[in-house]
């Protein structure tokens, strides 16, 4: 029994190490490369809105109004051409209509509606959508993930945080994000690779 306690004591750390170490190495990837709306290069990126909660209701969660609204402010002060609104199930029709309401025209608006996963929406717009520089508009905890997902993807990215205020389940969001950046090292690193070598 002692044994056993110590071995499952051993995989435990080991296992905490490996956590540390990959959110180390995917936060490596934001390093100098996220900016405020205002400083962001002007250089002709498209912006990818990341999707979030929708309320029964059908109208944004309190977190991708602000997404939506950052992106808006970043094509109305020519920081990029185009918005691409990637999300799942009612996000992508939400975050049309936003923009369009706030004065985005409709043909400078991309809709992916299969982004049901960070990881699906910076794959489509690579492969589906042919983005190969971009802006990525998410909160602070969420863009290290975003940004190490687009880079690994073939997109070269920065980041725009469009955090605004407190969110209602943000620091539950912060720590879900340590085991998130866990799962996105392994899409690039193991299901990626293995996708790769069936080809």
Request: hydrophobic share 40%; glycine share 8%.
């Amino acid at each position: 029994m002692k044994s056993l306690l110590i071995v499952l004591s051993v995989l435990g750390l080991l296992t905490l190490i490996a956590v540390i170490i990959v959110n180390l190495r995917v936060r490596s990837y934001s390093t100098e490369r996220i900016f405020s709306s205002q400083n962001v290069p002007a250089d002709g990126r498209v912006a990818i809105v990341l999707g979030a909660r929708v309320e029964d209701d059908g109208t944004p969660s309190n977190t991708l109004y602000d997404r939506v609204l950052t992106g808006v402010e970043l094509y109305k002060t020519g920081k990029t051409p185009k918005l691409l609104l990637s999300g799942g199930n009612k996000e992508p029709a939400a975050m049309k209509k936003l923009a369009l309401e706030l004065g985005v025209p409709e043909s400078d608006l991309i809709v992916d509606d299969l982004g049901t996963r960070t990881y699906e929406s910076c794959v489509r717009a690579k492969t589906v959508f042919g983005i190969d520089r971009a802006i990525v508009v998410t909160q602070d905890y969420h863009l290290a993930r975003s940004l190490y997902l687009c880079e690994n993807l073939g997109i070269d990215a920065v980041g725009v945080d469009a955090k605004r205020r407190e969110y209602l389940g943000e620091r539950y969001a912060w720590v879900r994000e340590y085991l998130s950046r866990v799962k996105a090292w392994k899409d690039i690193n193991l299901w990626a690779s293995s996708s790769g070598s069936e080809e």
